[in-house]
């Protein structure tokens, strides 16, 4: 099946900058997730959007479901060194498909 | 808080073995899910099942079964171990509709020799 479109593929920031990353799709979903995973660990729920429009907050964390329902972003605000990991979209519909992920670096 | 754990963080296994990868989740939930992850191709959806004892194929079922037994365990068996599933299974489960808000297990990183 086809996998969600995730851009950038890795970033490298300094301590303190804002982070934006988006995923897209041709195919509508339901649902948006964001996730985070760790080196050597798995994906952990960041964040989760039910409704068109919908803007979610968790700590420094902002994400959207986007009006068109085919695409979301995950914003971070004032990185710090933790936030460094590999962070992936999901979006479900009838089934669930996943974004290749977006490799964050955070230099401190 | 919902725990997934999965029984070896890592394996290293001949080709031609059988290989076992077990699951257990504790929040009585009823979807569980085996995906793989490879560098570059995201997670792709082995095998799931909504229910004890039912099964359906994800995305790259070819070389891979699976168990549901119980509600709380789903184990993925490789029949005949290749080089080519070297990588990272990572065991999900969900409650309610089938793909719902999956939580994760900390991942197998099973290397095939």
């Known amino acids: 099946g086809q996998q969600l479109n995730q851009s950038p593929q890795s970033m490298f920031i300094q301590e303190g900058e804002d982070v934006s990353m988006n995923c897209t799709s041709s195919s509508i979903f339901n649902t948006w997730l964001w996730y985070k995973q760790d080196p050597g660990e798995g994906p952990v729920l960041l964040i989760a959007?039910?409704?068109?429009?919908e803007l979610t907050s968790n700590g420094r964390l902002t994400a959207q479901f986007g009006i068109t329902r085919k695409d979301s972003f995950l914003n971070i605000s004032a990185s710090i060194p933790s936030d460094v990991g590999i962070y992936f979209c999901?979006?479900?519909?009838?089934?669930?498909?996943f974004g290749a992920g977006t490799r964050l670096t955070v230099k401190p | 808080d919902v725990k997934v754990t999965q029984s070896s963080r890592y394996l290293v296994k001949r080709t031609g073995e059988k290989v076992f990868l077990e699951c257990v989740q504790d929040m009585d939930h009823e979807n569980m899910f085996w995906y793989r992850q490879d560098p570059g191709l995201g997670l792709r959806l082995i095998y799931f099942s909504y229910d004890v004892k039912m099964k359906e194929k994800g995305d790259i079922p070819e070389g891979y079964s699976v168990s549901r037994e119980k509600k709380e365990r789903f184990s993925l068996i490789l029949e005949s171990a290749s080089t080519n599933q070297t990588s990272m299974y990572l065991c999900?489960?969900?409650?309610?509709?089938?793909?719902?808000?999956?939580?994760f297990g900390p991942g197998t990183r099973l290397t095939v020799t």
């Open positions: 999900a489960s969900s409650p309610g509709l089938t793909f719902g808000e999956q939580y």
């Open positions: 999901a979006g479900l519909g009838d089934d669930m498909r």
């Open positions: 959007l039910y409704k068109a429009g």
